[in-house]
């Protein structure tokens, strides 16, 4: 079945530390993203990209980093420079034909900093 | 810029009533809307979507919204609730510019009570 694979979906880390969060897509989409989710303030665009080698900021880019070297690859890190990384991560692809197609969620990565 | 406002954090409902979770939008030019449902620690689910056309969309399990340019509003709405409606339900826009970026609202808690 064509999907988004997000793993770890629990994740700790201590403070300092950098993680990596992996989304992986079979659905042969172009465009990929992260968005990050708080309590109470629906999702917030972290990174975003439309074709592979490319990618833009979103709202909240600071403290994270991403790359896209594979079509169905898109990893998220958080960084040590992120202040308050604790939350729920979603990765999330769509087809790039115009823009009147939906988003395509994986399940989601808990990231909880100790 | 693009936003989305849902004005409701919550709405309660008797089972067999009819729901309506309400969202309004900004945006330039004529939008793309869409809404998403999660299921707790779970990712979104992809419900209904109005492009263009007909003000009243049809989506999965029974949902559907009503768009009203007038009045910049896309209510999702269905005729009789079920207990297991109850999750939380995000609206989205984006424009139709070619851009990438879908914006969403802060999310509303549906809760259905038997």
């Known amino acids: 079945d064509g999907g988004i694979t997000q793993s770890p979906k629990y994740l700790f880390r201590k403070e300092g530390q950098n993680v990596t969060l992996s989304c992986e897509q079979n659905l042969n989409h172009d465009a990929m993203y992260w968005y990050r989710q708080d309590p109470g303030q629906g999702l917030r665009l972290i990174y975003y990209?439309?074709?592979?080698?490319?990618?833009q900021k979103g709202d909240i880019a600071e403290g994270y980093s991403v790359s896209r070297e594979k079509k169905e690859s898109f990893p998220l890190t958080v960084t040590s420079a992120q202040k308050n990384p604790t939350a729920f991560y979603l990765c999330?692809?769509?087809?790039?034909?115009?823009?009147?197609?939906?988003?395509?969620f994986g399940e989601g990565s808990r990231l909880t900093v100790l | 810029a693009q936003s989305v406002a849902q004005p409701e954090d919550q709405v309660n409902v008797a089972e067999g009533n009819p729901l309506t979770v309400k969202c309004t939008y900004s945006v330039s030019g004529n939008p793309y809307l869409f809404w998403y449902v999660q299921y707790p620690n779970r990712g979104l689910q992809f419900l209904l979507k109005?492009?263009?056309?007909?003000?009243l969309v049809k989506g999965s399990y029974g949902f559907e919204a009503e768009f009203n340019k007038s009045q910049t509003s896309f209510h999702l709405k269905k005729p009789s609730a079920l207990v297991s409606d109850s999750a939380l339900y995000f609206c989205a826009v984006r424009d139709n510019t070619g851009g990438f970026k879908t914006i969403f609202g802060a999310g509303t808690r549906l809760f259905v009570k038997a």
């Open positions: 990209s439309q074709i592979v080698n490319d990618f």
């Open positions: 109005y492009i263009t056309g007909d003000n």
């Open positions: 999330a692809s769509r087809t790039s034909g115009g823009s009147t197609g939906e988003l395509f």
